[in-house]
């Protein structure tokens, strides 16, 4: 007891000692050589000892800045950057809760013009530049590159792995400037480690023409570029997994990266049963696939890594391989390659009820089916970037692809009337196999004119499309009644579906003021042809062979779309201002030739005008808004336009109809990001519009003895939709160690909907709210404690009296925890619960979905070894209900159900000299 006592007294003497001081630190930054106040420096404490940041912030348009935490340091060292001035520093001793600097002038630092200054501040901000340095910012052992933009004020990144920077998504990342492995962002940010990063560069998504030409990119979407710390770009790294589990579970992974300055090699592959994409990790950073959970969808389905694989319903089996290439050649040629190697096998039972609502009466559907698919895919991409001198510039991008796929599919469907008569059933046996080749190349050819920001660009797009099928059919369909009948079909199918497509556009920007307002002028003609070809050949019981040709289940089309498209404009950018008009005039050719039936054959002409439009103003570095107006002229599809009867489904005829519009499109869009570096504080709002002229409908008239469907198209105008949505992030630090996250968002959805019921045309009007609230407390190195819960609410309602309004609610919630006690110890847990009352009876209503890992880290961190557990309660569902403008649907299906696994994984790393990490910097452009 008497240790005890005197243990205690030294913990309470060593606090006394040692007591954390709250301090805020006030000042205003001018410049020394224009005397006004600067805006955007970035401002920041270091502690003495060891030189880790403490704390940061921006200063405001006036120059004002205000620096406040808490600390056990009597004094820390204070410094304030800003480019194209010296960076200031001073010593400061904590002795006082407010200290005013006063005013602080900044001298312009001559030197940048004549040596590489490099800037440790967190923070360094540039005209349309943010820089972050990576050692400012603390992340776990072995983080990949997910969990560093995790750290980064004003980044987002879901479950799912989608990243949003100032509420605008990431939609390509780039390593040195070069694609990896395709368009997947999350093979890079979940498979590269931090400590090879310098920087990270965040533009608006532009092609590389865009970006040679200086042209203003898609101003919605980002594109990530990591660049590779210099002393990185030569050696060896990756890491290798594998794990087995009960229910005969597995998974395996390796990734192996060779960087030999310019030239880039890494070769990755992957496969397990547990419905991951198969190239992720079994660490704990990396559970399932999907850094830290699954994704759960309001039906109570789920998706992993991004990827729907079976759509959240079955079980897949995945291989995957590939190799990604990236080279310089010569001085003036940058090249990068990949190949990626997918197999999958996926096995799904369906359970299904339907309840279809007609003008006058409404029926019954229920069906149970099952399917078998196997799927083998390989791409292969090329890009291409030739400077011949700093004015010309030639981008080749070639891409190749192959899939062969066979589908195993069998069902049982019946429909009964109002009164719960049986009315027709059928049974559905197919085996299908398909073969689909592609292939699709980019030219762009740019040349800019003098300095004042003129070019001229050539651009050549081609595609090719093929595929063929084997189809086996063997069906049974009956119809009750008085007009009873049975159809039964033995039937082959031998399918073409060929698809071309050429596009050829030239483009000249005149400047009308040096670098800032510019005549566009554009002319485009483009060319998308379709063959589509199925030969149906019936059963022959005497030659016992598909041989006798069935002409009514048998197509053979051409469809043939010509464009040509004369366009004009004006842009405008400055420093704060962009904006742009275009306005085209659409002349338009569709042709559709029945081969089989030339008295089908349609052409018409069609000439409307397109628009393209969109300002923004960027209020400082921290706000900007964004407005985009465009309209879209879309034809009608291939099967839409066919007057002839497809009778391929026996309860279900299909007929076109040749007389159909295109349709016009009005979109519109308004957005306001920003994001307070002092407060830490995020607020995003956007609203989008679109309005349909013209839009192409169904019309499906129902016999009401049978309940046979015959359905046509037509036009209708009135169709719109209306969505907007809100997020508000806020940090609230607590100590040095200690912090708080408040995450808020909502969206409201309002559409209306023209629809045909049995010839009766009628409206449907939906609204959709989903707010949804998550608090993630983060105490460093100790605990992560993260719960959230969503709900939303779903009224239709309808303008005729056959239908009732209908209203459904759905609950979404549960909590993401971490602990990283004792040492090189981690264990997580993703607790989700789900409940959708509307579900009906017989199918499950509500789950418990519990995931939980327990990782512990070995041989200084280079060995993970983890054990984990899938749907820990074992009530994994995704049982749901679907809503249209004419049925209530309910649905489940088969799903991954509980198992346990023990992984390991071990990382490799010559990088360097020593292969030893380096303090880098993050490089945002907005």
Known sequence: MKKLTLVFALLCALQSFSQEKSFEIIGTLKAEDTDLPLESATVYLERVKDSSVVTYTITDKNGNFKIENSTYDKSLNF????????????????????????????????????????????????????????????TKKDANVEDLLKQLPGVEVDEEGKITVNGKSVNKILVNGKPFFGDDPTITTKNLTKDIIEKIQVVDTKTKSEAFTGEEGDKEN?????????????????????????????????MVNLFDNDRRVSVLAGGNNTNSPGFSFGEISKM???????????????SIGGRSFGGGEGITTSQNAGVNYADVIGEKTDVAADYFFSSSNSENETSTERETILSDSRYFTNSDSKSDNDTDNHSFNLEFAIETDSTFQINIEPSFGYTKSRTVFNSFEETLDENFVLTNQSNVNSNVESYVKRFSNEIAITKRLGNRGAFIKTELETSINQQESDDFLNSNTEVFGTNSEIIDRNQFTDGEKNS?????????????ITKKL????????????????????????????????NSDLSTDFQYTDYRSIPSVGLSYRGEKLSTSFDIGYNIRTLKNEDLLRPQYNVKRDFENIEANSYISYKFSPKSSIYA?????????????????????????????????????????????????????TGFY????????????????????????????????????????????????????????????????????QLNFNNDVKYASMSDRISPRLGIDYIWDDVLEFKPYYQITFTNT??????????????????????????????????????????????????????????????????????????????????????????????????????????????????????????????????
């Open 79 to 138: 410094y304030v950057s800003y480019v194209g001035y010296k960076t200031y520093y001073k010593e400061i001793k904590i002795d006082k809760e407010r200290i005013d600097l006063s005013t602080i002038v900044m001298p312009l630092d001559n030197q940048l013009g004549e040596v590489l200054v490099k800037s440790t501040a967190p923070i360094t901000i540039k005209k349309d530049t943010l820089e972050f340095n990576v050692k400012s910012f603390k």
């Open 222 to 254: 980002k594109t990530i570029n990591l660049t590779i710390k210099e002393e990185n770009n030569k050696g060896v790294f990756g890491r290798v997994s594998a794990g087995a589990g009960t229910d005969e579970r597995y998974e395996f992974a390796g």
């Open 288 to 302: 399932f696939g999907n850094s830290g959970g699954v994704m759960f969808n309001s039906n109570g389905s789920f």
């Open 500 to 512: 071309y497509g050429v596009s050829a556009k030239l483009s000249y920007r005149l400047p009308i």
């Open 518 to 549: 510019f005549l566009n002028l554009e002319y485009e003609y483009a060319r998308d042809k379709d063959n589509d070809r199925e030969s149906t050949f019936d059963f022959s019981d005497g030659s016992q062979g598909f041989t006798d040709f």
């Open 628 to 680: 985009n107006y465009w309209l879209e002229n879309r034809p009608p599809g291939l099967r839409q336009l066919q007057a002839y009867e497809d009778v391929s489904n026996p309860l279900q005829t299909v007929i076109g109809n040749p007389n159909l519009e295109p349709s016009n499109n009005h979109s519109l869009y308004l957005g306001y990001n920003g994001f307070d570096w002092q407060k830490r």
């Open 685 to 752: 709002v956007g609203v989008n519009a679109s309005i349909s002229d013209n839009q192409v409908v169904s019309k499906t008239s129902i016999d009401e003895e049978t309940l046979k469907r015959t359905t046509t198209y037509v036009n209708v105008n009135g169709n719109y939709n209306v969505g907007s949505w809100v997020n508000y992030n806020k940090d609230f630090k607590v100590d040095t160690l200690r912090t708080i996250k408040l995450k808020f968002r909502a969206s409201y959805n309002t559409s209306k």
């Open 797 to 926: 309602s309808y303008d005729i009296e056959a239908f009732d309004d209908r209203e459904f609610t759905s609950h979404n919630a549960g909590v993401r925890t971490a602990t990283f006690l004792p040492k090189n110890f981690e264990w997580r847990n993703d607790v989700s619960f789900n409940y959708n009352p509307n579900v009906a009876d017989g199918f499950q209503k509500s789950a418990w979905f519990w995931n939980s890992t327990l990782a512990y880290s070995l041989l200084n961190d280079k060995a993970v070894i983890t054990l984990k557990v899938y749907d820990l309660l074992n009530q994994n569902t995704n049982a749901r209900r679907i809503a249209t403008q004419d049925y209530i649907e309910d649905k489940q299906s088969t799903v991954l159900r509980q198992y346990f696994m023990l992984s390991l994984s071990y990382k490799f790393n010559s990088l360097g000299s020593k292969g030893e990490s380096n303090d880098g910097g993050v490089i945002f452009f907005d």
